[in-house]
């Protein structure tokens, strides 16, 4: 559900800039004969000539639409020109793509906080450039007035017939009376202006813009007048610009929220909300709503260049669906080495670590339609390397799968099942931040994984599910880049679904693998939360962990790391955890260098890589997502004040020696932050450890055992 968010100041200039045709023109820019030619990008699938994803304005004057696929396109537009996306691992290579929108948030980020918004969308606060050129060279005093500017679509400005538009324009941006805030955003039409001529000539791409007091409504009116125009929306035409729009056209109210209102409160425009009180708004959305119906939105631009999560997804219509947990797997391993490389790639030239693992799917049963039942999407802690990720996404997609059957899962016939099919499969990486530099940003780095996870009081069923994204906004998914191939709606797709018995084979490797699930140790992360919790309360006493401590111990996501853990049995129990050797030695303000016994719980989390370690490893994403943001602010802006109720009394529970901590925990770290861990562990080394202590504490497990 949105945040209401009050206006901060009427006195902003944000634009919002959106690529046109954006994948067209990356391919134009490769192939220049395209240029001016009806184009479309076609999505690598080849059924009916492949979808289309993107489509040239050229193109659209013909009728043909982005819904359509390669053949029907060919129908209303034969002379059209369709371009396949690159391929890379029998998928989308989104590369191109991604490389061009970083060349164009480059030349925009210079004049102001730039927020990478998508691949091809980027808002900008250009408050202070236009505050700046109001002072030195204000709109009214401008004699020379570029094309481009003259060009601006001001909403509001009445254009008469057979009246020049260029000169109403000029009229509007020279206006002696204009209030303060229509001359800052006079300002920002020629700052803007500019910053499109300077994209246009370094890339040779077009894009739009909206210009406007804040965020909702500059990304309101930058698709306004396409391509390669700008829209104003001065503060007196807001009424008049959300009386006419239609529920549906508001980003945030195209999904469910926007049907309801429709529905519920008989709303067909934006302005229709107006009539209803706070209260009653309320109780549908926060006063988000009051407040969108009146165009308040106070959103920051957030400054940030790089994208928010990585993903990468393909879809498999029709025929292509996937039936057997081998051909899951196949393509799972694919789809992870791409995540990965880029998550090492970020790592590398941003330093950037991402915490989350998401595996999203789509998927018919036999007997129910494909949109009667949703496959949940999963999440764990992310562990970095090729391997790790793509056990853990195998093991998202098993619980996932056992769970969109509804646990029925008995007989089959043969390797191929007729009882589902998997007709997408994504995953992605999210919550990603910067790696703090130095040694003692190790500490950092560790205190920023203290995660607080509302999802820790969740109930059992929902333990593991990532629910749809937190945002009601569709276009919020796209924020971090992510690149998941269109979706497929294929005819055929669920000719396979006719009986409603789900059944398969004893041989079925998904029955294998489904046992293997369901025989996990009470204990283990695949549980649920609730899991975590009983064994945190019944099992671990001494730990005292309240009913709302936030803090889940279960972390190992893998399956390997599952039944090590299952191995472990009953000694588990009482894990510490090197987050919170790091939090207490946060807490304590002692020095690394004069201590060297301190708390620890469940090391394993640390293997994790910076998991956050009291995050459920299978979790609801938009459960924790709040609460775990809150936490790590607080965490960023003073390390170890990340309170959790009776943490204090955990530090105090347990001790360990250093020593004891497993090397190989350690070598699953980034390697710049081994290093650093190697030589902070050197100099505390100490050859005799104590064999009374190995036995009395968790962290014996994660050593070396004989016994496993
Ligand atoms: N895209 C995609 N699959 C979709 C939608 C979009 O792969 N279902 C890709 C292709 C688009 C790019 O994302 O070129 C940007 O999407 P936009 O929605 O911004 O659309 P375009 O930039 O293509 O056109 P417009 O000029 O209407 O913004």
Known sequence: MPVAKRETSDGRVIAHVDMDCFYVQVEQRKQPNLRGLPTAVIQYNSFKGGALIAVSYEARNFGVKRSMRGDEAKDVCPQIHLVQVPVARGKADLNSYRNAGSEVVSIL???????????????????????????????????????????????????????????EVRKWIRRGDATYQDKLLACGAFIVANLRMQVLKDTEFTCSAGIAHNKMLAKLASGMNKPAQQTVVPQSSVGGLLESLPIKKMKQLGGKLGSSLQSDLGCKTVGDLLQFSEEKLHQHCSNWLWNIARGINGEEVEGRLLPKSHGSGKTFPGPQALKTLASVQHWLNELCEELSERLQSDLNLNKRIAHTLTLHARAYKKGESDSLRKFPSKSCPLRYGTTKIQEDALTLFQAALREFLGFCISKTHGNENNNWGVTSLSVSASKIVPIPSGTHSIVKYFGGQVPSSSSFNQPLGNAFDEAVPSSPSGSENCSGLISYELQQNYPGGDTEIKNSEACLHEQDPLCNLSRKVDSLPKESSLESPAG???????????????????????????????????????????????????????????????????????????????????????????????????????????????????????????????????????????????????????????PNVPNSKRGSSITHYFLPDKSR
Request: proline share 6%; glycine share 4%.
């Open 532 to 686: 975590s919790e009983d064994r945190t309360t019944k099992s671990e006493p001494y730990r005292e962990l309240p009913a709302k401590d936030p803090r889940p111990l279960s972390s190992t996501p893998s399956l390997k790391a599952v039944e090590k853990k299952k191995t472990a049995g009953n000694n588990l129990k009482g894990n510490c955890s090197i987050m919170d050797f790091f939090n207490n030695y946060q807490n304590s303000q002692s020095s690394l260098e004069h201590k060297n016994v301190t708390n620890a719980h469940d090391v394993k989390t640390a293997s994790s890589f910076g998991l956050p370690s009291t995050m459920d490893s299978y979790s609801t994403c938009n459960q924790i997502e709040q609460p775990a943001e809150r936490c790590r602010e607080e965490i960023d802006s003073n390390v170890g004040e990340c309170s959790v109720p009776n943490m204090s009394q955990r530090r105090q529970a347990w001790d360990y020696n250093i020593d004891e901590i497993d090397h190989s925990v350690i070598e699953e770290l980034p390697p710049e932050i081994q290093q650093e861990f190697q030589a902070w562990l050197r100099p505390h080394k100490r």
């Open 109 to 167: 980020s210079k004049k102001g906080r730039c927020e990478r918004a998508s691949i091809d969308e980027v808002y900008l606060d250009l408050t202070d450039a236009a505050e700046t050129m109001l002072l030195e060279m204000p709109p009214e005093a401008r004699e020379d007035i570029e094309e481009e500017v003259l060009k601006s679509h001001v909403l509001g400005l009445e254009i008469k017939e057979g009246i020049d538009a260029k000169e």
